[in-house]
């Protein structure tokens, strides 16, 4: 059974302070790992990883995959009062079942 | 452009009463429609999903159903609600084959359902 495990759960950062989201992940034929962010409601799509090694970037967030060692990490640097959310992490695979999802991390960030 | 539209995005209901949330998209044809659960501290989980009218594929066995009536209209049921179906309910969408690995999920709103 695909298997997807976050760390930490929560988290509460201040201001500034640069963050790390940890997701590692069991799954046959792994293809694609996705980074959402939900904030109050619909999570909204923030990556998609299908390379180790390669990263992803979008403004003060990044992510990279390692295939080998099965996890991803989500960077935010310089964190803002909006970047509080839960990031959730996906995996998808080759077969015909949908998108596993972990239980997310909870990102508090105060001023 | 695409739009998924979700609806009630609240409701309390008493512990027997059916229930019915509905999803409806508009902009594309043919989506793969899916209704997942989020309880507290646990993440997403798949409920159903469907690849074509008619066609559901249920990933767990509880209380629950889910019908596609429409193309781009996709219904979650229940007879009886339990407390245990307390929750928030997400319905998304996403094109091409359920081979999810090339497919991203874009969400509804949620329905935030409370069973008393």
């Known amino acids: 059974e695909d298997k997807v495990v976050q760390s930490p759960l929560s988290l509460v950062v201040h201001e500034g302070d640069t963050v790390t989201l940890n997701c590692s992940y069991e799954?046959?034929?792994?293809?694609?790992l996705l980074w959402y962010k939900q904030e109050k409601k619909a999570p909204t799509f923030l990556f998609m990883l299908?390379?180790?090694?390669i990263e992803k970037k979008s403004g003060r967030l990044s992510s990279i995959l390692d295939k080998k060692e099965l996890f991803s990490i989500l960077n935010i640097t310089a964190t803002q009062t909006g970047d509080s959310a839960v990031y959730l992490c996906a995996v998808g695979n080759s077969g015909n079942t949908p998108l596993v999802f972990g239980k997310g991390t909870r990102l508090s960030v105060i001023a | 452009s695409q739009t998924i539209h979700q609806w009630p995005a609240t409701l309390v209901q008493p512990v027997g009463s059916p229930l019915s949330l509905e999803c409806t998209v508009e902009?594309?044809?043919?989506?793969?429609l899916y209704w997942y659960r989020q309880a507290a501290g646990r993440g997403l989980q798949l409920l159903f999903y469907s690849v074509g009218i008619g066609q559901i594929s249920s990933e767990v066995p509880q209380n629950l159903s889910a019908s596609r009536p429409q193309d781009r209209q996709f219904i979650l049921s229940s007879k009886k609600l339990l407390l245990s179906d307390s929750g928030f309910y997400l319905c998304?969408?996403?094109?091409?084959?359920?081979?999810?690995?090339?497919?991203?999920?874009?969400f509804g709103a949620g329905s935030r359902l409370t069973v008393l």
């Open positions: 998304a969408w996403s094109v091409g084959r359920v081979n999810s690995g090339a497919n991203v999920l874009t």
């Open positions: 799954v046959t034929n792994f293809r694609s």
């Open positions: 299908t390379s180790s090694g």
């Open positions: 902009g594309t044809s043919n989506p793969n």
